[in-house]
């Protein structure tokens, strides 16, 4: 099997099982998303796209930018969890989803979304947090892909 295939083999089953985990804690766990939570989301649909796309035509190049958009993904994750942490400050506006109807409907609403902060920590395992973890993860699916890439095909004797 072929380097590319492998890495982004590897990176469509781990972006998947990221997606996996976030869609879990949200329709089973009750755990909704935040702003940030969601830019994590679109980077792995983003990747999982990318590193089929990658199985189909195998070509290198392709499979180096599924590995990018994961790396991308580790990006926002990891800024996420310094928000979390309070090592830098996030975002500083809250989102609603597009609303229509009359002005009492919309209020109604408005309030009836729950109200979601990306700077507060909803479940953590051993003092990571969701986004930490998805860091963590991302590092280590983005080291070994990128290795994967990189080492040499044996020479069979």
């Not at 469509?12 to 940030?36: D, N, R």
């Not at 700077?119 to 990128?146: E, H, K």
Request: hydrophobic residues 55%; charged residues 10%; glycine residues 10%.
């Amino acid at each position: 099997m072929r380097s590319e295939t492998r890495a982004a083999g590897l990176v469509l089953a781990g972006s998947a099982a990221l997606l996996a985990g976030a869609y879990g804690f949200e329709l089973i766990g009750g755990l909704v998303p935040c702003e940030m939570c969601w830019w994590q989301r679109w980077a792995l649909m983003a990747t999982a796209a990318l590193a089929g796309l990658a199985l189909l035509v195998k070509r290198p190049p392709v499979a180096w930018l599924a590995i990018l958009a994961l790396a991308g993904n580790g990006a926002i994750a990891g800024f996420h969890a310094g928000v979390e942490q309070k090592w830098w400050q996030g975002l500083t506006r809250c989102t609603a989803p597009p609303l229509a109807g009359d002005a009492k409907s919309m209020m109604a609403d408005i309030l009836a979304q729950p109200l979601v902060r990306c700077d507060a920590i909803p479940w953590q395992m051993f003092g990571i947090s969701m986004a930490g973890w998805n860091f963590v993860v991302t590092l280590m699916i983005v080291g070994t892909a990128t290795w994967l890439m990189l080492k040499r095909p044996q020479v069979s004797r």
